[in-house]
Structure formats: C-alpha cells, structure tokens
C-alpha cells in the first residue's frame, strides 16, 4: 500500500507546528494531474455531474452560489478563474453576469470533460485538467478574481492550493472560498440532536480539534463502494494556511440552510436550529504582496 500523503502540520497544538510566515518544506511539490496518492473524484464523476446537473444542488441553487456571487463580485469585461471547478456549475452565473473570460481547472478529467459538454462551446470559457495544489501555467497572475467552491475539505495540501490561487491573482485581486462549515458540519463528528426535557435541537460535535481524513461514501445505496476523501480542519488551521500561501482574509459569511421542515410537533425548534448553526463558511480575501 502507497504511504499516505503527506500533510504539512498547521496545528499549533501539535508536535512539529509550521509557524506563519515560514515556508512549510516540500509546498506546492506535488506532480501535475490528480492529487497525490488519491484518485480524486474522477471515479465519482458521472454521479456528481447527475447531481450538480445544470444549475447545482438545491444548496448550490440556494445559498452556496448567491453567497459565492456576492462576495466575487463579479464586474462586467472581468477574468474569473473557478479552482476545483468540478462540472462547471459556477460558470453559467458568471458568464450571465458579463465577465470577459472564465476560466475552470480541476484535477478530474472527467469533471473537465462534462464542464467541457457543458460550456465548452462558449468562446469566454477555458477548462483545464490540472492539480491545483501544484505550480501549473493556469497560476499566472492574469485574473481579477479565484473563486473556490466546496473543495477546500477536499484537497490534501491546502497551503499548495492558497499559494496557486493567489498566484493566479493580479495583484491585489481578489479571492472567495465557500466550504462545509469547519465548526459545525464535520462528517460523522457532527449531528442533530434533540433534548426532550428543554424542547431544543441542538448540535453535537464529537470531535472538531484534530484534523481528519473522513471517507465518504459517495452513493451508499449503490453498494459501489467509491469513496472520496473529506479533509477536516480546524478554523485555525484553515486561516493559517490562506495566509502561508498570499490570501488575507477580508470578510467572512456564514451561511444558513434554506430547508425548513413540514409543519409537527418538531418543526418550531428545527426551525429555530436552522437559523443559529450555519452550515457553510465563506470567505472572501486579497492577495497578499509576495514576499521575496
Ligand atoms: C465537491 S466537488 C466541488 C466542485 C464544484 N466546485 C462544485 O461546487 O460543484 C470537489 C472538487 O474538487 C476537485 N479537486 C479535489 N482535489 C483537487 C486538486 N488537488 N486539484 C484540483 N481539483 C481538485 C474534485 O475533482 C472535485 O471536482
């Protein structure tokens, strides 16, 4: 069995914490192509692209893509280039909103050949197959804004991935990060739970400090078996390394599930539940100047 990769450790409470402001050895060494010692999300890549379809799930449709759009803030005759772009689901909006190019890299080829079937023909998009951890020709300086779209928990050296979006940047340009909320919704660490003596859901974390590798079992009914790989990481942590690799974070949104629940006995305090524990984070930032 292949060694696991190696993760640089950003968590100060660990032996061997990479202090802000140094290099961690070996960033941004990974091979072009699919993330290092994993086979990405190229095996899941006909399911995910039946469940995006054109305009995304119901949590793209609803709060992932409006808070991505406010906070990129797109202007007419602008270049976007969407990291980890899966399908292409943020390509659309952005090409509506008027910007001048749009440019979608991700290590699947088959998520790039279905963004490809989908908006390939339009003159203002580019696609490129390409792991973005990696130094790759597409990080050159060339763009107003990066966005990155509920990939952050999905790749293996975030450091990597900050550096190349800033990188990309022109200077000062601007990034947007939407992921799974690090604090509240950790596969298998968090859940909903209800206290039947205070009529309360609440949210229970079992584990939120260390940082994971969470399997996740892509279509369970299916018996498949075909799993990607969530990576948990405290908020810390996650911040740290925007900074390691040239993003200063600028504003910051936490977002809520639209899902409400049919009218019962419950539905008053799910509600409720609903509006104080947000589920996704979203980040918005500047490219640092480059050190020398
Ligand atoms: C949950 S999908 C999100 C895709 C898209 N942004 C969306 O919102 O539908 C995660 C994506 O990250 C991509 N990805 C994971 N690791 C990557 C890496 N190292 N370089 C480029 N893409 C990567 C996967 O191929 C996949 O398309």
Redesign the pocket.
Known sequence: MPPPPRRPNYNPRKPGFQAPGKTPQGLGN?PQG??QG?Q???PV?AW?DKL?GES?SDY?RQV?LPAALRMVDPRPGESII?????????LKPLLDMGVAKVTG????PR?IAAAKARHGAERRVELIT?????PGGWADGSHDAAT????VH????PV??FSNMSRALKPGGRAVL?LMHPCFRIPRQSHWGWDADQKVQYRRLDAYGTPQDIAITTHPGKGSGEQ?TFHHRPLAELITAMGLGGLAVTACEELYSHRRSQTGPFSKAEHRAAQEFPLFLALKARRLPRSA
Not at 105 to 108: E, N, Q, T, W
Request: proline share 2%; net charge negative; hydrophobic share 45%.
């Open positions: 990974a699919q993330p994993e990405g999300w190229d890549a995910y995006v995304g793209h992932i969407d990291v980890c772009c899966g399908q292409g689901v943020l890299v991700d290590a699947s998520l390409a792991d973005a951890c990696a990155c779209v509920m990939a999905d790749v293996t050296d990597g991935l939407v990607t």
